[in-house]
Nanobody, 128 residues
Framework: QVHLVESGGGTVQSGGSLRLSCTAS?????????MGWFRQAPGKEPEGVGA???????IWGDSVKGRFNSSVDNDQNTWDLEMNELKPEDTAMYYC?????????????????????RGQGTQVTVSS
């Protein structure tokens, strides 16, 4: 059974930084085509944050491009989301996600409802 668990959420002031981590179990890293993140604010549709494909290419949503970054640790079965220059509009529940069939990964940033596996989410709140 596949489990994705996020950690690292919290509250930060506008302009600050946070780092989220996702740990995967039940899904070997070498089988994952796409890994990434999406977010959902109250009353809004899910929004794609970013995706890393198996070729090492990072695809970012327009609202976070240039401010967020991601890294992978295949030995630990984890991937991180480094969020910088945070804004109040970044406030949302953040979900890590993975897919072992979907391709290309850019489609998952456009439509995050398509991710096959997702975690329970971690709250990020940015105060002004």
């Amino acid at each position: 059974q596949v489990h994705l668990v996020e950690s690292g959420g919290g509250t930060v002031q506008s302009g600050g930084s946070l780092r989220l981590s996702c740990t995967a179990s039940g899904l070997p890293m070498y089988t994952i085509n796409c890994m990434g993140w999406f977010r959902q604010a109250p009353g809004k549709e899910p929004e794609g944050v970013g995706a890393l494909d198996s070729d090492g290419t990072l695809i970012w949503g327009d609202s976070v491009k240039g401010r967020f970054n991601s890294s992978v640790d295949n030995d630990q079965n984890t991937w991180d989301l480094e969020m910088n220059e945070l804004k109040p509009e970044d406030t949302a529940m953040y979900y890590c996600a993975a897919d072992n069939a979907y391709w290309p990964c850019a489609g998952l940033v456009r439509d995050p409802n398509e991710w096959r596996y997702r975690g329970q989410g971690t709250q990020v709140t940015v105060s002004s």
